[in-house]
């Protein structure tokens, strides 16, 4: 995941600051030496680093920290705050026309992903907004980019314009002419790159630019390419006008610095980024949660908006009242584990969550077959038996173990975890228990036993 080695290095510099009752402008200089490397290290540019550590050196020797009781909280909270400001402040949203459909114009290199992340991003404005989109297949150079267009637009149910090998600007006149009749309010059109930027490129993107004077330029990038990211947002920036980034591949191990140094060099905002390959992984981009991530703090904001979209209300409410009588089932159970996997991947679901909860469901410890294993021996199992795993003798196991192709011994394991599970919900159910199951005391989940909550709607917002 992006930002990994940096939020370590970054945590091990705090973590020397707060281990020291007081400290002296030395000490803040020394830290900021190790936050200075830790940003390099990141491939966030030299001069974006420069006046960064610049700034944050600024605010952290004045007496409002160095006289602080927590003077490492503190600058925890001032790089927080600098980081948040680095990336943009705030989440900058996309512009709607007032009038007409939206055009948005994707931009940006070959092999950066704008066919995937167009659609991702089409299929994004439909699930949050309600919007009516378009694709628009206006790259007629690179083989199968058409197909590959009309391949994810099928996946998502969003339509696809193409007029085969012609004009791309005629193409795109004629699919801003098509949306109007058909009542689509959103129009992407998916440009042609190229392995490197050159006059032939531009020239045809300001052609369609004028042709259609889309509402918004978005260029995407590869967040592992680095300072090439950057210096390709220059380019594009300079010749037409970028409204903002799509920044794809955040889940690779890109070491993070595009995402750092993009706004510092360009002045244009990361609006999205794409977090893995299925096309339902792109988010808004919100640079006070990233700062929070990069960090160690989490993300619990994003954390429960995708916790949202799976819980239904009345069954948390169910579930909650089932727990608070220790009448948790197997099949129950199975629920939650199919909720959990449905927020999406478990590893970047983990970097969401602060400290030690992240840690309990890092990449390392997620076991993807023992999950699938747990899942296939309660689907072995009887409703009866689900429901009432008590009467579960040892022909029963024996039965189910064959039928989902594992060992008694499997079923053990899983009834054991589930066990302890319950116990625990017993001891929490006392006026103290807040939430749904989450990750801890799952098979395959890291919890080592332990069980950490969701938390139901209402209680989330």
């Known amino acids: 995941m992006a930002f990994e080695g940096l ?27 190790e936050v200075r490397l830790a940003l390099l290290e990141a491939d966030v540019s030299y001069k974006v680093v420069k006046d960064f550590v610049a700034q944050v050196t600024d605010r952290c020797v004045g007496a409002d920290v160095l006289d602080s009781l927590t003077p490492g909280q503190q600058i925890v909270k001032i790089v927080n705050e600098e980081l948040t400001a680095l990336m943009g402040g705030s989440n900058a949203r996309l512009t709607f026309a007032s009038k007409g459909p939206t055009i948005v114009m994707m931009v940006g290199l070959q092999g950066a992903g704008k066919t995937t992340n167009g659609a991702k991003l089409a299929g994004l404005m439909r699930r949050q907004f309600g919007k009516r989109p378009l694709l628009v297949a206006c790259d007629v150079y690179r083989p199968a980019a058409i197909n590959q267009l009309q391949v994810v637009g099928k996946q998502l149910d969003i339509p696809v314009f193409e007029m085969g090998q012609a004009d791309p600007v005629h193409i795109a006149e004629e699919a801003v002419k098509y949306a109007r009749d058909h009542g689509n309010d959103m129009v992407f059109l998916d440009t042609a790159g190229r392995l490197h930027i050159d006059e032939a490129l531009m020239d045809e993107l300001k052609a369609i630019k004028a042709a259609v004077k889309p509402t918004e330029i978005l260029l995407v990038v590869d967040a592992m390419t680095g300072q090439d990211a950057v210096n390709a947002a220059s380019a594009f920036d300079e010749a037409l006008g970028i409204d903002g980034v799509l920044l794809t591949k955040l889940d690779g191990d890109a070491r993070g610095g595009a995402a750092l140094s993009i706004r510092a060099a360009t002045g244009k905002p990361i609006k999205f980024v ?32 995708k916790a949202e979209q799976q819980y239904d209300e009345k069954q948390a409410k169910k579930l909650e009242e089932k727990l608070r009588k220790n009448r948790l089932t197997l099949t129950d159970y199975l629920d939650q584990m199919e909720q959990l996997q449905n927020m999406g991947d478990l590893s970047q679901i983990a970097g969401m969550l602060p400290g030690n909860l992240g840690k309990q469901l890092d990449a390392s410890q997620i076991d993807e077959k023992q999950m699938a294993h747990t899942k296939a021996i309660i689907l072995s199992m009887t409703p009866l038996e689900r429901e009432n795993p008590q009467i579960l003798n040892a022909s029963r196991k024996r039965r189910i173990a064959a039928g989902c192709g594992l060992q008694v011994v499997d079923v053990n394991r899983l009834l054991k975890s589930f066990e302890m599970l319950q116990q625990l919900t017993k001891s929490m159910s006392k006026g103290r228990f807040r939430g749904i199951p989450g990750m801890g005391g799952m098979p395959g989940m890291g919890g080592r036993g332990k069980m950490q909550g969701f938390g139901r709607k209402k209680r989330l917002k």
């Open 274 to 305: 794409g977090t893995g390959e299925k096309l339902d992984m792109i988010e808004l981009f919100h640079p006070e949660r990233m700062a929070s991530r990069i960090l160690g703090m989490g993300d619990m904001l994003t954390f429960i908006e």
């Open 7 to 33: 939020s370590e290095k970054l945590n091990a510099a705090f973590k020397k600051l707060r281990g020291k009752g007081r400290l002296t402008e030395a000490d803040v200089r020394e830290g900021m030496r």
